[in-house]
């Protein structure tokens, strides 16, 4: 089939009637195909090229076996008893990595090292996930959010540390995006291996970050 195209006074081009029968007579509009185009070239790179960005990390939450098994047994990893709450702050849920609603949710307090060496660095201290079970924070490759979003209920540190787990770097996020933040700590930081991210204030763990 041959189609021939002529312009017509909208400045568009018009396949000619149909010769054959089955032919089909059609407009093709270039100017909404081009904004159509450059929509999806633009959307491409927001999202495609945001999600290549994040993926250079990973966030690593509590795992739902260690929460439940801090539920089943009231007793953490130091042999404290686990004490139940409603909560008096934010948290965040170690485990959900959301905020509590103070006044209204319970959650489980108790100590816990996020290190499995020991060493002078290995840090032991106090964290809350939620009373009742909670899927983990699942979208791994960028930073929780709700943590994020709150610079006044949540101000966060990077602490870093090497593969031997020795503490090599310290950086209060502030004002800083802390996605790219820790991009920024990845690239530049060869020795750091992993990351903890923590309150800045109370020095409580939130969860650990790793190369991706």
């Known amino acids: 089939m041959i189609v021939l195209l002529r312009k017509n006074y909208h400045g568009r081009e018009n396949i000619l009637a149909p010769r054959k029968a089955g032919e089909v007579c059609a407009t093709i509009d270039y100017e909404s195909i081009a904004?159509?185009?450059?929509?999806?070239?633009?959307h491409f790179k927001q999202t495609f090229g945001k999600e290549k960005f994040m993926s250079k990390f990973r966030i690593v939450p509590l795992s739902k076996e260690f929460a439940e098994k801090i539920r089943q047994s009231r007793k953490d990893e130091f042999g404290n008893d686990v004490v139940e709450q409603i909560a008096t702050g934010y948290g965040p849920c170690r485990v959900s990595l959301t905020p509590f609603t103070p006044g209204k949710d319970k959650r489980l307090l108790f100590s816990h090292s996020p290190f499995t060496t020991r060493n002078a660095f290995n840090q032991n201290g106090p964290v809350f996930i939620h009373e009742k079970e909670v899927e983990p924070y699942s979208d791994i490759y960028r930073f929780?959010?709700?943590?994020?979003?709150?610079?006044v209920k949540f101000p966060l540190s990077l602490i870093g540390y090497s593969s031997k787990q020795k503490m090599v770097f310290t950086k209060l996020v502030g004002d800083v995006?802390?996605?790219e933040l820790i991009v920024k700590i990845?690239?530049?930081?060869?020795k750091v291996e992993f990351l903890h991210a923590r309150n800045a204030e109370a020095c409580c763990y939130i969860c650990k970050i790793e190369r991706a």
């Open 35 to 42: 904004k159509a185009v450059l929509f999806t070239e633009n």
């Open 144 to 151: 929780p959010p709700a943590i994020k979003a709150d610079k």
């Open 177 to 179: 995006d802390v996605d």
């Open 186 to 190: 990845f690239d530049e930081h060869p």
